[in-house]
């Protein structure tokens, strides 16, 4: 009788690859002490940017109610900006194929850049006084639309994730050619 084999399904093989890629980076201390630091310096950029960590003349963290989804999805995104620069820098140091700054922080950065709320800080300013009348457009888009495009952040991330997780399984795969069973 012959054994049936089974071929497990992609939802299956992609979950393993995924929680194996978090364990091989994050099994090294350095990688964890990278991914916190980032996500910290974050976490405060930030609260900084939402108006809600003060550091004149007192340090002062304040959430208001209305803020508080906004908050959930700064921290979702500062944790995970940490983990994926961290894995970034593993696959950059252990790579041995051919070096592409570009492709390093790229999916990381687009997510920094539509998270960060322009709208809420001294960047919406910015864009005021230096593109003038686009600048207000600007800032009315991001003030209008804060919520759905730090979602795209984070959907960006989740995505940046799947890519350098599949960067460093699929990397490792070894293919064994058994001749003798067939």
Same mark, same amino acid.
């Given at each position: 009788?012959?054994?049936?084999?089974?071929? @497990?399904?992609?939802?299956?093989?992609?979950?393993?690859?995924?929680?194996?890629?978090?364990?091989?980076?994050?099994?090294?201390?350095?990688?964890?002490?990278?991914?916190?630091?980032?996500?910290?310096?974050?976490?405060?950029?930030?609260?900084?940017?939402?108006?809600?960590?003060?550091?004149? @003349?007192?340090?002062?963290?304040?959430? @208001?109610?209305?803020?508080?989804?906004?908050?959930?999805?700064?921290?979702?995104?500062?944790?995970?900006?940490?983990?994926?620069?961290?894995?970034?820098?593993?696959?950059?140091?252990?790579?041995?194929?051919?070096?592409?700054?570009?492709?390093?922080?790229?999916?990381?950065?687009?997510?920094?850049?539509?998270?960060?709320?322009?709208?809420?800080?001294?960047?919406?300013?910015?864009?005021?006084?230096?593109?003038?009348?686009?600048?207000?457009?600007?800032?009315?888009?991001?003030?209008?639309?804060?919520? @759905?495009?730090?979602?795209?952040?984070?959907?960006?991330?989740?995505?940046?994730?799947?890519?350098?997780?599949?960067?460093?399984?699929?990397?490792?795969?070894?293919?064994?050619?058994?001749?003798?069973?067939?």
């Amino acid at each position: 009788m012959r054994d049936k084999k089974v071929k @497990p399904s992609s939802i299956t093989d992609r979950k393993n690859s995924l929680i194996l890629s978090f364990k091989m980076v994050f099994s090294k201390w350095l990688y964890v002490l990278i991914a916190g630091i980032v996500a910290s310096v974050f976490w405060i950029l930030f609260n900084i940017f939402d108006q809600l960590l003060f550091f004149s @003349p007192i340090l002062i963290f304040y959430l @208001p109610d209305d803020a508080i989804v906004s908050f959930v999805i700064s921290n979702v995104t500062a944790i995970l900006l940490g983990i994926i620069i961290s894995m970034n820098v593993y696959v950059f140091k252990y790579s041995k194929q051919r070096r592409n700054f570009t492709s390093l922080f790229s999916w990381s950065s687009i997510s920094v850049i539509s998270s960060a709320c322009a709208s809420c800080s001294s960047i919406g300013l910015l864009l005021v006084t230096t593109l003038g009348g686009i600048g207000v457009s600007a800032l009315t888009f991001l003030a209008n639309y804060q919520i @759905p495009l730090r979602l795209v952040s984070i959907m960006l991330l989740i995505w940046a994730y799947y890519s350098i997780s599949n960067k460093l399984t699929k990397s490792c795969i070894i293919n064994y050619n058994n001749k003798g069973n067939k």
